[in-house]
């Protein structure tokens, strides 16, 4: 059975940083990537990783988060930096081997971004 734990989340002023790591368990997968879900909206796209060296970013993420993986510890880690206050949601972590679909998640963590 596949689990993902995620951690790291917390509250941060804003220009701030935060690192959330996502340990998988039960599996290995080419494809590991983050959600978010802000209050009231759907949950949307972050970043991904595949096969341990392509990544991919939303706009709103671009040059400020950076997604990285340990593929031996089937870790993933989402480094954020430059914090805005509309970066606050829970953010998921979620692998699969055939991305988008398939997808296994996380239980999420909380980011909240003071301003």
């Known amino acids: 059975q596949v689990q993902l734990v995620e951690s790291g989340g917390g509250l941060v002023q804003a220009g701030g940083s935060l690192r959330l790591s996502c340990v998988v368990s039960?599996?290995?997968?080419?494809?590991m990537a983050w959600y978010r879900q802000a209050p009231g909206k759907q949950r949307e796209f972050v970043a991904r990783?595949?096969?341990?060296?392509?990544?991919a970013y939303a706009n709103s993420v671009t040059g400020r988060f950076t997604i990285s993986g340990d593929n031996a510890r089937n870790i993933v880690y989402l480094q954020m930096n430059s914090l805005k206050p509309e970066d606050t949601a829970v953010y998921y972590c979620?692998?699969?081997?055939?991305?988008?679909?398939?997808?296994?998640w996380g239980q999420g963590t909380q980011v909240t971004v003071s301003s």
């Open positions: 979620a692998v699969s081997n055939t991305w988008p679909v398939g997808l296994s």
């Open positions: 039960g599996s290995t997968f080419n494809t």
């Open positions: 990783l595949s096969n341990g060296r392509r990544t």
